[in-house]
């Protein structure tokens, strides 16, 4: 009977560790979700003038970008950021996130400029504030301000069709 107890124990302890290294970390859930988008103040990425996140929504369906030039993921998932700007009739916002402001402008010459906005964060800090500890991560807020969706890493088109959309259809 000792011998056994030790064995359920390591059976048990495996089913749960091979439980959470087989989960998709792009689902974990955000705490955020559900919730009022936060009071966040940041800085213009092109004037440096300090700006209020809140303020720029507007009381529109929002999507906010968060991005770096030296995420390889950002680079792989940009050509469908610049869609959904083309295609979609709300306001892209993007957060610079831990980056140089010379390596984001030249990542946006060449890339495209998807953005009605984008707010400056080098340090960090608005990331932290929304939960961030990865890019890309995108939020959809809608016009009340309500985060009504969060996705972590590369929005593919069928990402989009499959949980964006379908978000969208409900608002």
């Known amino acids: 009977m000792k011998k056994i107890i030790p064995l359920v124990i390591f059976i048990i302890i495996g089913i749960f560790l091979f439980l959470s290294l087989n989960s998709n970390p792009n689902k974990l859930p955000s705490p955020l979700v559900g919730k009022m988008f936060p009071e966040l103040e940041g800085k213009d990425f092109y004037t440096n003038e300090k700006v209020k996140l809140n303020d720029l929504m507007d009381n529109e369906l929002t999507l906010v970008n968060v991005w770096a030039s030296w995420c390889a993921t950002c680079r792989k998932e940009h050509q469908m950021i610049m869609n959904i700007a083309k295609n979609e009739s709300f306001q892209l916002i993007g957060i610079n996130y831990k980056d140089q402001k010379k390596d984001g402008q030249k990542y ?64």
């Open 108 to 171: 946006l010459e060449i890339m495209g400029n998807p953005f009605d906005e984008i707010i400056f964060d080098p340090e960090g800090r608005i990331g932290m504030e929304l939960g961030v500890y990865a890019t890309p991560e995108t939020f959809l807020i809608n016009k009340d301000g309500l985060i009504v969706y969060k996705h972590i890493g590369e929005i593919t088109p069928e990402v989009w069709n499959q949980n964006f959309l379908v978000q969208l259809k409900t608002l």
